[in-house]
């Protein structure tokens, strides 16, 4: 068994472009663990942390269909702490255990480089589980107008996500490398490609 694969965290904040990064990775054919999917699987209806959730919160952060209704369980969290750090406690030790699944998946499949894209890297705790990490990062100004412009929210909504989360100053110290994405798609790839090689 492969053992000495490496183990590469990629974070940033809310609408950096780590996604984009990530997309790139994928069609260099490096294995990406995607948190955000994992966390999605995770509250799927009728696993561990959707009851815990539903137990917590109540019915009313609930679709019809019975799924989560993100937006209804974000606008709750996102305006209060205590109900966030509740959330996390519930969510992230279930999508812990999904990425470590994953990992030693590629692992075995004898992948050299293995990603781990977290948002939450830092907050979470996964940053113990890599090498190294890489930060995605743009200015605060540019964070706010991308993520109005794509998730069609509030320059306060977009805000309160920003502040609810780890500065990027923060995660900036605590990163091994930074790839600056505040010019076009070009420059971003080839950041990414010189620090692959």
């Excluded at 984009?20 to 561990?48: H, M, W």
């Excluded at 702490?81 to 969510?91: F, G, V």
């Excluded at 964070?143 to 100053?169: F, G, H, T």
Aim: with cysteine; aromatic share 6%.
């Amino acid at each position: 068994m492969k053992q000495n694969s490496k183990i590469i965290g990629l974070t940033g904040g809310i609408a950096t472009g780590k996604s984009t990064v990530s997309r790139f990775l994928i069609e260099q054919n490096y294995p990406v663990v995607d948190c955000d999917k994992l966390a999605r699987i995770a509250v799927e209806p009728g696993r561990p942390a959707y009851i815990d959730i539903v137990d917590y919160f109540g019915a009313e952060i609930l679709l019809e269909d019975g799924s989560l209704n993100r937006k209804a369980l974000g606008n709750i969290v996102f305006s209060d702490k205590r109900k966030l750090d509740k959330l996390n406690e519930i969510i992230h030790p279930r999508i812990r255990d999904l990425v470590l699944e994953k990992i030693e998946e590629y692992r075995l499949n004898g992948y050299e480089k293995i990603f781990v894209d977290a948002p939450l890297l830092f907050e979470t705790g996964l940053n113990q589980l890599c090498d190294e990490v890489w930060l995605v990062s743009i200015p605060t100004e540019l964070q706010i107008e991308r993520m109005v412009n794509r998730d069609n929210v509030s320059v306060d909504y977009a805000k309160s996500v920003i502040a609810s989360q780890m500065s990027l100053e923060e995660k900036r110290k605590k990163s091994d490398k930074v790839i600056e994405n505040s010019k076009d798609l070009a420059s971003l790839y080839k950041l990414v490609d010189e620090l692959l090689k």
